[in-house]
């Protein structure tokens, strides 16, 4: 019998309907508004902004210290 590779690295559990991107809330500090402070640990540069009914991804870029959108498809 096969087995997958999720199922012996410990995947995370899959729900069917649901959107995947979803699962990162919780994980990834959520915000209501486009980021403007400088942040100091890595986790700290990637946020997501949720704004009416959409939600979006920003990266902080370190070279040109901006936040950048990030395009989720």
Not at 9 to 38: D, M, S
Not at 46 to 62: E, F, K, P
Request: hydrophobic share 35%; aromatic share 10%.
């Amino acid at each position: 019998m096969i087995q997958s590779n999720e199922s012996k690295l410990g995947g995370a559990e899959e729900f069917e309907g649901l959107n995947h991107f979803f699962n990162l809330e919780g994980f990834i500090r959520t915000l209501i508004e486009e980021p403007a402070y400088v942040p100091r640990k890595l986790a700290d540069q990637i946020v997501l902004v949720r704004t009416g009914g959409s939600t979006s991804a920003y990266l902080y870029d370190t070279i040109n210290t901006t936040w950048r959108r990030v395009t989720l498809t």
